[in-house]
Antibody, heavy 122, light 106 residues
């Protein structure tokens, strides 16, 4: 059974750096083809993809946030970490991690963690 | 970025109805289209990937179709537990989601 769980602060101040951790079980990020991604969802709004990391440490970021995001992995701890610098109130929302599924040039995300709500406010 | 649109933005239907949700990409994306269901306060749940492949464990009343730029999610025989918001997501370029379609049960 694959499980994922996000953790991190629930409240950050503007200009601070957010660090979120996704702890997973049931698979290894060392396995060829495996990837993990971060998403966010502002209250009442649609989902937004943020970053993706592959088993070979290749990384991809949302272009509009590329200079603020860093995704890393710790395969010994089965964790993927997302840092986002210079937080702003518009970054308030629920942050999710999810496992990448991949086959025949198609990709999808399943399962997802339960999400963690981050509020940016002074 | 590839822009995704969905229609309708919301709908209300009765148990047993056939419900159709449309998703359109701003450019052709082949079959790189996934559908998710999200209930209030919960994480998204994958329903269909590759435009038409039903994820394991998803009831067969859900089906996906389409290719290129136009896609459809159909629920044949709506059930009370099918309420929620449905999102399409393209995986062809920088990953993007549609704005969602909220489904209420009459």
């Amino acid at each position: 059974q694959i499980t994922l769980k996000e953790s991190g602060p629930t409240l950050v101040k503007p200009t601070q750096t957010l660090t979120l951790t996704c702890t997973f079980s049931g698979f290894s990020l060392n396995t060829s083809g495996v990837g993990m991604s971060w998403f966010r969802q502002p209250p009442g709004k649609a989902l937004e993809w943020l970053a993706l990391i592959y088993w070979d440490d290749a990384k991809h970021y949302r272009p509009s946030l590329n200079n603020r995001l860093t995704i890393t992995r710790d395969t010994s701890k089965n964790q993927v970490v997302l840092t986002m610098t210079n937080m702003d109130p518009v970054d308030t929302g629920t942050y999710y991690c999810a496992r990448l599924g991949y086959s025949d040039r198609l990709n999808w995300f399943d399962p997802w963690g339960q999400g963690t709500l981050v509020t940016v406010s002074s | 970025d590839i822009q995704m649109t969905q229609s309708p933005s919301s709908l209300s239907a009765s148990v047993g109805d056939r419900v159709t949700i449309s998703c359109r990409a701003s450019q052709r994306i082949g079959s790189s289209l996934n559908w998710y269901q999200q209930k209030p306060g919960k994480a998204p749940k994958l329903l269909v990937f590759g435009a038409s492949t039903l994820q394991s464990g998803i009831p067969s009343r859900f089906s996906g179709s389409g290719s290129g730029a136009d896609f459809t999610l159909t629920i044949t025989g709506l059930q009370p537990e099918d309420f929620g918001t449905y999102y399409c997501q393209q995986g062809y370029g920088t990953l993007t989601f549609g704005p969602g379609t909220k489904v209420d049960i009459k």
